[in-house]
Structures are given as structure tokens and as C-alpha cells.
């Protein structure tokens, strides 16, 4: 909720989106407790608008590995950031595919965003329902650099997806914090809170022994989850593969490789 200048941003807090320096594409895959029914995929583009405003210095022009700089060379794209994403859950008998647009606009400390999606929802023997769902989401760094907050809600208008037993699309409210002590380490806390369920709370570890690669841990109460990833940057392709465990269903994996093209602001 409180990273931000990722493309993955477009699925957890499209206000993230407004730190993307460059043109960037990313698909991500995911299988839960081996089940081909709980298989999730996604593809996803981002385009910064406009020329950068600010200026970093000794950017490479590939590597997204975050550094600590003074907030006056931060760098953004002066229009904002378009990104679109499609995705898909689910096998044959029940699956859900998204198609979504998301904008982020960074002014000063604060980043701001929103995303509408058109959710497909089809159960074989019942056919298929559209909706269309909206998305807000916030950001500030509180301490430049060092310290961020974020929040976003899913699901603005509460909307329904069948009559029966007002059956809605789950209106969820997300908020965490981010803090990096140093350029090696980042802490995340965050919690998440559907109206219909008790909230789930989770915690993440980050540590970059070098700066192309990235060992991650992960806690989620409500799913009483653990998991364990790490991230390399080989060349211009960020690769990241964790693997999580849940006592009563086992092993879930998620992979997600994206690459950025053209040049960092210099």
C-alpha cells in the first residue's frame, strides 16, 4: 500500500503508479495450494506521461533497485502515469477476468490515483455478469525517503452483483506503512479490512545484501500464512518468486517478472 514506482503498484495502490520513471510491462502468476481452479495471472503496462520533472542523479537507465536520495532529486513523470492491466482468476467451472485503467499523479509528497475496472464473473452452467468497479488510492511520504504511508478502496460504490441474497463485489479498505532505515533494509506493515470480514494484518521484512538482489519474509494474521521470497535484477528484468505456506492448505507460489525500456531522467 505504501510502495511506490512499481508497476504491481496498478494492483495494490494505483497512486504508486505516479513514481514510474519509465515505459514498463510485467506479468504475474500465481497457484494456491496446487489447485489449477486458484490459478491467477496477470499482465500489466504502465506509460509516464510527460517529461520528468526533478532530476536523479547517476541513474543507470535499467535498474529499478531503490535507493535512498534527498527528496530534491526525486524524479516523476510531469503528466502522470497511465497503466492498464488484465487479469484473470479461477478455472473452468468459476473464474473472474478484470480489465482495468488506472492514472497516478504525484505533487509535492503526495500521491494520488484512481482505477475503474470491468469485472467478469462466470459460473459455467449459470453464465456470465459484468460490473464495472472503482478504485481510489493515497499516498504521502512522511518522511521523505525514509517513510510512507498509503490507502486505498476497492470497490467505491459497494456494487452488486446479483439479486440474490444482494450478492456485491467486496468492498475492501487497505492502509500500511513503509519505513526504510537504510537502502539495504524496508519494513512494511499493513492492514486490510473487507466490510464483510474480521481484518487481516500483515508484516514484510526486506533485505538487499547487494543491490541486484532482494531476500523478502511475510506474515498475514487473518490467513495465519508465512512466507519466504527473493528478487533478482538480471539486466533490464526484475524477477521475483516467493512461496508461501498456510497449515491447513499448504503451498501457494507467485512469480512476476516485469522489464522497464528507455531512459531513467539523468
Known sequence: MALAGEVW?????????????????????ENRYFSSALNVGALTVALPLGRPLGAVAAADGASPTPTVVPPAQAAWAR??????????????????TRVGAGYGYRFGQISLGGRVDLLQVSIEGLGSRRVVLGTLGGQIEVVPQRLSFGASLYNLGQTKLASYQDERVPTVLKAGLAYRPSSQVLLVVETEKDVERAANFKAGLEYRPVPVLAARLGLASLTEQASAGIGVLAGAFQID???????????SQHLSISKAWGQKAQ
Open 9 to 29: 503498484s496498478m494492483g495494490n495502490n494505483v497512486a504508486g503508479l505516479s513514481e514510474i520513471q519509465q515505459p514498463t510491462v510485467g506479468f504475474y502468476a
Open 79 to 96: 503528466n502522470g502515469v497511465v497503466a492498464f492491466e488484465a487479469q484473470r482468476f479461477g478455472g473452468q467451472l468459476y473464474n473472474e
Open 241 to 251: 518468486y516467493a512461496a508461501a505456506f498456510q497449515q491447513a492448505l499448504g503451498f
